[in-house]
């Protein structure tokens, strides 16, 4: 091998692979948090497209000539990148609304921390539950999972090529609606339990008006809720499981929508 042969068209290949890996990878859960060093991030991309670029790369004609096409095409990738990354987002989002409304349930929600990853304060119980969410989707290769999916948008969605398509928006929607869907059903043990706390608590204050049913009435709920709230882990691991299950087929949708349309 001759180590003083410039190919242009291989340099801009290489470009074309890092410019894709470096704005999608950024913009996905995990490997785009701000918790990790930008250092970090900026070491893994380059070895990450050194890795892939002979096997996964796009023909130097694709490059832009125009310098005014560059940055159409790098504004593409955003939004490929933002639009992969939303999805994985909207289960996490999911988990942290859920811990939200068991915080108001149990009486946490004027306790609060600051989230390091996105730099919002909130509840104690969301952010215990988006960090164990976290790990459950680490342990069951949910990261590998986004690598894949960002391979897979090699062969689907070429640079400067991105469609937003009406089956784009109507997936996204949807995926977005199941949010909320998702938020009650993993806080709707401890939100039912301390409901029914709530409601025996009431028959005392009747039955006996002279009992602190408030002062009575907070160390109760929150023994219940942590109660309950140990129920919730296996719930939300069954969650994790079957969404880290179809997120190699929900990327595939996803990026044929994005795709340029068939012959």
């Not at 109760?220 to 299950?245: C, D, H, N, P, W």
């Amino acid at each position: 091998m001759n180590l003083f042969t410039f190919d242009p068209g291989a340099v801009l290949s290489f470009f074309l692979t890092l410019f894709r890996i470096s704005v999608v990878l950024f913009l996905l859960p995990f490997f785009g948090g701000q918790s990790i060093p930008n250092t970090i991030k900026a070491a893994l991309v380059l070895v990450l497209s050194l890795a892939v670029w002979p096997r996964l790369s796009f023909p130097a004609d694709i490059f832009p000539m125009d310098p005014w096409e560059l940055p159409v095409m790098l504004l593409g990738e955003a939004a490929l990148g933002l639009t992969m990354g939303l999805m994985v987002r909207f289960l996490f989002a999911a988990v942290q609304t859920g811990g939200q409304l068991i915080g108001f349930q149990m009486g946490f929600a004027m306790v609060s921390v600051l989230d390091p990853d996105t730099g919002v304060s909130e509840a104690v119980s969301a952010h215990f539950l988006y960090m164990t969410s976290m790990l459950v989707f680490l342990a069951l290769d949910g990261h590998l999972f986004l690598l894949k999916g960002l391979a897979q948008s090699f062969a689907l969605v070429p640079p400067g090529r991105l469609f937003l398509t009406p089956v784009l928006v109507r997936q996204v929607l949807e995926f977005s609606g199941q949010m909320f869907f998702l938020a009650v059903k993993i806080a709707s043990p401890v939100m039912a339990s301390i409901f029914l706390v709530d409601l025996a608590l009431a028959l005392i204050s009747r039955a006996a008006p002279q009992m602190h049913v408030l002062v009575l009435g907070f160390p109760v709920k929150l023994g219940v809720g942590f109660l309950f709230l140990t129920l919730i882990f296996q719930l939300l691991a069954m969650v994790l499981s079957g969404y880290v299950r179809d997120l190699d087929a929900m990327f595939l949708n996803l990026l044929r929508a994005m795709g340029p349309p068939g012959p």
